[in-house]
């Protein structure tokens, strides 16, 4: 594979003086001490399982591109989650090969060597000078605790089976397989139980977006001030989340008033106001890519106006009923099930539907203001899993270690006539993480309270 500099139009030329000047006087920096990351010893049991489930087959797993977001700019770079999950790397272009034998090969862009070659101080894209050091193959080997080699060594040719969509070369050098598709599925099925360590990096996403939230709450204040609070608050908990993590996990949702009507809203240019909620749905990506998945509305004033609580309490009433559907055994569609029938029962109760429960649930009127299901897988992907299939996701029975949310919802729409006009415009979720125990569930997100009362307290005490 030619490797060819990535430099910029407006770059001075090089003298040949310089080239040799640079090739010299440069101190030895390899590094000998580097254990092997947390993640090696589970990444490499889940390599041993992918391996064992396409026996004598050659698999091959692309980390993914660098994607431009305006003329010499990339964006940050995410590799896929597939390939993060089977090797704890994550830099660009690299690509894990299982072979047929079992043995697993990461092949990567290593470090670019002083003594030769122009990369390391002038290719704008990957030069070390320009965007930070990689690890040479001995290196990568140590952290990775996997075989290493240079990327121009991987050879393409022959059957195997590709995670298509992730790198377009790989894609174009690889015959199509019949088995890509399933490759994928299993790819992302194999992910729905997570294991301890994953359980673990979760807990800790879901912790650091817990101090990001109290962190807007505290700001608010001063956010109500701005004329862009959303976005005030936006860059509050996106600051948390590059502290303690890689980034947010997706686009924080930050939405007052009847911007929280809108499911994804993310614009977040809106103003504040004092006798509005504000719908916060965020998380923490950590560094090993796991992300959180929280939201909560909250009164901007710290106390929910009599209307703003009616609706509030009958979500979070909702959600209790998901929450304690929750064990293994029962069906993934049993949370979202027991919410709505809550949610039923609060409408009619209020009159804006007619019926009996049942009839509501089968003629799905309700969805007029939920819109939405109530939950999803949560992991590396904000919406994990989503590849697999049906039957053992969205129609199967949960399972001890899988981690999902549940966030029943209400969305008052502001236009919406056949409600009181006291009601347009409310927009309430809850949101929580939680992982399926042996006998239940664990709120991981516990340390967010969710009643009513328990949210003012919590407010009061942010804000002093």
Not at 338 to 365: F, H, K, P, Y
Not at 437 to 445: E, F, I, K, V
Request: glycine fraction near 10%; charge should be negative; proline fraction near 5%.
């Amino acid at each position: 594979m030619t490797e060819q500099l990535n430099t910029g139009s407006h770059d001075l030329p090089v003298t040949e003086a310089l080239t040799a000047f640079m090739a010299t006087g440069w101190a030895d920096t390899a590094r000998t001490d580097l254990a092997a990351l947390p993640i090696a010893p589970w990444a490499a049991k889940r390599r041993a399982v992918l391996a064992g489930r396409f026996p004598g087959e050659r698999l091959i797993i692309p980390s993914g591109t660098l994607k431009v977001r305006s003329n010499d700019s990339d964006f940050r770079f995410r590799p896929h989650s597939a390939f993060s999950y089977l090797t704890g790397h994550g830099e660009p272009d690299d690509v894990l090969v299982v072979e047929p034998s079992g043995e697993a090969v990461l092949y990567l862009r290593p470090r670019s060597p002083r003594s030769s070659g122009e990369e390391f101080y002038r290719d704008r894209r990957y030069g070390e000078f320009w965007v930070g050091r990689r690890p040479d193959l001995r290196e990568a080997t140590d952290l990775y605790g996997l075989t290493t080699a240079h990327i121009r060594d991987l050879s393409l040719s022959g059957p195997a089976r590709v995670l298509r969509g992730v790198d377009p070369a790989v894609d174009s050098a690889v015959p199509s397989h019949d088995g890509d598709a399933e490759l994928a599925t299993f790819l992302s099925e194999m992910r729905l139980v997570k294991d301890e360590w994953e359980i673990g990096e979760l807990q800790h996403a879901v912790d650091a977006t817990t101090r990001g939230f109290e962190d807007v709450v505290r700001a608010f204040p001063a956010a109500l001030r701005e004329a862009r609070g959303e976005r005030y608050l936006e860059g509050v908990f996106g600051l948390r989340s590059r502290l303690e993590g890689n980034a947010v996990g997706y686009d924080s949702i930050v939405a007052s008033g009847a911007h929280a009507c809108v499911l994804h809203w993310i614009r977040n240019d809106g103003r504040l106001s004092r006798d509005e909620l504000l719908l916060l749905d965020a998380g923490v990506e950590t560094d090993t890519l796991y992300t959180a998945d929280i939201t909560r509305t909250l009164p901007l004033s710290g106390t929910f106006s009599p209307v703003q609580r009616q609706v509030y309490s009958l979500v979070y009433e909702a959600q209790n009923a998901g929450i304690a559907a929750l064990k293994p055994g029962a069906r993934f569609r049993d949370f979202h099930q027991a919410a709505m029938r809550v949610i039923c029962e609060g409408l009619t109760s209020w009159g804006l539907l007619e019926g009996s429960v049942d009839s509501l649930m089968e003629s799905g009127l309700y969805r007029r203001y939920t819109l939405c299901s109530s939950g999803h897988m949560l992991g590396l992907d904000v919406h994990d899993c989503a590849r697999a299939r049906a039957e053992v996701y969205l129609d199967g029975v949960l399972e001890e270690g899988q981690v999902l949310t549940v966030e029943p919802g209400l969305y008052l729409q502001a236009d919406d006539l056949t409600l009181p006009e006291e009601f347009r415009g409310i927009g309430v979720r809850i949101e929580d993480d939680l992982v399926i125990t042996s006998d239940g569930a664990r709120l991981m997100s516990a340390g967010l309270p969710r009643h009513p009362d328990e949210v003012e307290g919590w407010m009061a005490a942010l804000l002093g």
